[in-house]
């Protein structure tokens, strides 16, 4: 496994690589790697592809009272899970690096931005497609992994992608979850046992909100919703939205049906966690 901190370094190796005659497949990360983390890895090998993992804490995508500072690294344990996991090459980059001292350019992805995550987090969304638009040209995938645990930030860069022609495949990597049904996250890291504790009300409800439309066919998004945040009330805890939408657009739906998707996000002290159910 290469290992390197340049854009230089990695173009080179992506170009023998494709020389070579592979495809390639990348996984782009914050570090701090899990569980879920690996599944996206695991898909781009289990697909043939010469696999490459960034790990980059992006400090564009962090609002001002937000916690790029304290984000969990360590590149020492994140190397050892990458070898581990047969990782082709891993791009390390410096902020300097990536941004240099004159970045002016963003790359934003109106109107799906503003929505759920963007109410609360101002500016992330052209944070994240910034930083992810520059790593499609840096390394040049063929395919890029990307986790419905984040299930806007992949709606949002599937559009980016369709809208500036860029020349590869996003695939979608369904939600890892711990053992207690939190669905994997660095942050979770964050949580004191007592918080954690509080924060699985937010699996249990979906999973709940899941079971009623699965097995009890009820459709009607209001329904729905109101049984969950009657759920997420029984906890202390923030509910920060939870809302039954469209997948393509973002707006309320009436009725759950394919293509819709409920998500959500709490904040237990100064911890948030997302989580959501799909219906693709
Ligand atoms: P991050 O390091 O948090 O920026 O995440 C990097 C990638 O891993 C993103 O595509 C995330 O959606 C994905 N990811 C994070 N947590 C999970 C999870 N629990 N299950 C599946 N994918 C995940």
Redesign the pocket.
Known sequence: MEIVKTKEEIKKIVKNARINGEIIGF???????????I??IQKSKKDGCFTVVSIFVNPLQFGPSEDFKRYPRDIERDTKILMDASVDAVFIPTTQEMYGNDHLTEVYVSRLSERLEGRFRPGHFKGVCTVVAKLFNIVQPDRA??????AQ??IIIRKMVKDLDLDLKIVP?????EDDGL????RNVYLSPQERKKALILPKTLHRIKQMVECDRITDARTLIERAKEMISSEDIELQYIEAVNLETFEQVSCIQNNTGILAAIKIGNVRLIDNIIWE
């Open positions: 996984v782009p990360t914050m570090g701090y790697l899990h569980r879920g983390h599944s996206l992994y990307f986790g419905w645990k984040d930030q992949l990597v369904p939600t890892v979850r669905a994997a996250s660095s």
